[in-house]
Each structure stands twice: as C-alpha cells, then as structure tokens.
Nanobody, 124 residues
C-alpha cells in the first residue's frame, strides 16, 4: 500500500507558474505508474498527466500539453507537476494517483491510490 500527499497549490494570476509535489510513502515507489488528475467545482475528475515507473514516458491531456510537465524522482519517492502559463480554466483541485503496474494509464478508475488533493486557483 502507498500513501500520497500533495503540496504546492495556491492562488496565482494567469500566466504564472506553480509546481505541485506528491510525496509517496513506502519503499516501492518505482513500481508505481503515477498520474495527475484535477477536478473543478461542479465537474468530473479529469486526466491531466501520467508518467511511467522509470520516468521515461509521459502523456498529457490536450488542454495542458506544452504548458505542464510531469516528472518524478524515485529515490525521493516524489512526483512533480510543473505548471506554466496557467489559465483561469486550470482552476481545480489537483490529485496525484498511483497504480502498481507498467505502462501509462489515463483513466481515474484504473488507479488504486489517491492523495487528498491540493487547490490551485488561477485568477484572471
């Protein structure tokens, strides 16, 4: 089992940057595919980015491609989401998620473990 804790959210103006971190417990972090999802008020949770176990493969939602970058530091049991050129429509609670498997996963229903989320608010 793994426990996840997100941090780094906040209130920023449009065009600013934020870096979210997700710290994982346990000694097998490198066995987990990691994903970032977000949920805006009144909307369903949506896929943002995913990264493979070793960090060599990543995928992004079209809405964030070119602006967000997912990375991981396995010795530190941490995955990051660098968010640049933020827009008001990026406002949401951001969650990290983990699944012990290979490849990349885009669907929230396939992930086994979730953090509590961190609020990102982008003002115009």
């Amino acid at each position: 089992q793994v426990q996840l804790l997100e941090s780094g959210g906040g209130l920023v103006q449009a065009g600013a940057s934020l870096r979210l971190s997700c710290a994982a417990s346990g000694r097998t972090f490198s066995l987990y595919i990691m994903g970032w999802f977000r949920q805006a008020l009144g909307k369903e949770r949506e896929f943002v980015a995913t990264i493979s176990r070793g960090g060599s493969n990543t995928e992004y939602a079209d809405s964030v491609k070119g602006r967000f970058t997912v990375s991981r530091d396995n010795p530190k049991n941490t995955v990051y989401l660098q968010m640049d050129s933020l827009k008001p429509e990026d406002t949401a609670v951001y969650y990290c998620a983990a699944k012990q498997n290979q490849g990349l996963y885009y669907s929230a229903s396939l992930y086994d473990y979730w953090g509590q989320g961190t609020q990102v608010t982008v003002s115009s």
